[in-house]
């Protein structure tokens, strides 16, 4: 009977050890596989331009507003409801602002026209690729189509917002993911945030290559982008003149998370946030400080 006893509880007592080992099994996966984004508290202090910007309206609060276009260009026409339209009217940071970075720090840069009143993550990850991310999948919830939000891991995986939604998650272990249900079903905006924050940890450069095309500089327009394996811009307006001659806002983010902001070259004494077709059709361009080809230029998906 005795031997009978202590058998009994060694048996309760590897019930109870499995029992806490598997709670915590779920635990660590439910938290792995649900993140939570919360918004950065970013600084905006003025940062003292010493030099013109052509095409700058400072007193615009929107892209379309602010940066005028070349003399002799208008802008290209944009639908109702486009993505064109949706960029244009983005609302932008006080003019002469320095660039606000995630972890509250600031960075003064002399190539910068412009700066998206844009969210950004508290632990850094709406870098380069995920800024590209962040807006196409934007335009797509705030027009109400949810159906079209759905990116690449690096690794070739898909992480949906539809499947998201109803509870779906993707469980990542050493470069492999799977799906899995590990929440109830959410529509609400947090949750949003939660799947793009989900995407920027695991999306980047490499994801949107696959889910993207090489095309001609001619066939660019806003929404395409230009991307290598170490970084990543965004064609956001463009405008014409009546030979047909084409230039374009090029934006960006990078690393550490800073907010997305519209870039200015240089030639001469003049500072310009608007890059010629002639100047992104060369064999080798630059973008910001990032050197390109013209294989770099691509349209993720369909495009806009």
Not at 55 to 77: C, D, F, K, Q
Not at 141 to 154: A, K, L, M, V
Not at 164 to 189: F, N, Q, T, Y
Request: proline share 5%; aromatic share 12%.
């Amino acid at each position: 009977m005795e031997n009978n006893g202590v058998r009994g509880k060694k048996r309760v007592i590897c019930i109870a050890a499995f029992a806490v080992a598997a709670a915590a099994l779920l635990t660590a996966v439910y938290v792995r596989t649900n993140p939570k984004w919360r918004a950065a508290q970013l600084t905006i202090e003025p940062a003292g331009r010493f030099f013109e910007i052509q095409s700058l309206a400072p007193e615009g609060m929107t892209l379309e507003t602010r940066i005028l276009p070349p003399e002799g260009y208008t802008r290209v026409p944009a639908e109702d409801g486009s993505f064109a339209e949706y960029l244009r009217g983005y609302p932008l940071l006080p003019d002469d602002t320095k660039l606000p970075v995630f972890d509250g720090s600031t960075l003064n840069s002399t190539d910068i026209a412009a700066i998206f009143d844009i969210s950004l993550g508290d632990e850094g990850y709406q870098q380069c690729a995920d800024s590209v991310i962040r807006l196409y999948s934007d335009y797509f919830y705030e027009t109400g189509q949810y159906d079209r939000i759905s990116f690449q891991f690096s690794n070739g995986d898909v992480c949906d917002y539809g499947r998201w939604r109803k509870g779906k998650r993707m469980l990542v272990l050493s470069g492999l993911s799977c799906e899995i249900p590990a929440a109830l079903p959410d529509k609400s905006h947090q949750q949003y945030m939660n799947y793009l924050k989900e995407v920027m940890r695991y999306s980047g450069t490499l994801s949107l290559q696959k889910e993207s095309e090489v095309i001609s500089s001619d066939d660019m327009r806003i929404g395409d982008i230009i991307c290598n394996d170490v970084h990543v811009v965004m064609i956001v307006d463009e405008a014409a003149n009546e030979k047909g001659e084409k230039c374009y806002l090029i934006g960006q983010s990078f690393i550490p998370a800073v907010c997305f902001h519209i870039l200015t070259h240089t030639e001469g004494r003049e500072v310009s946030p608007w890059f010629t077709q002639a100047e992104l059709e060369k064999e080798q361009f630059t973008v910001g400080a990032f050197p390109f080809r013209k294989e770099d230029i691509r349209r993720w998906k369909d495009g806009f």
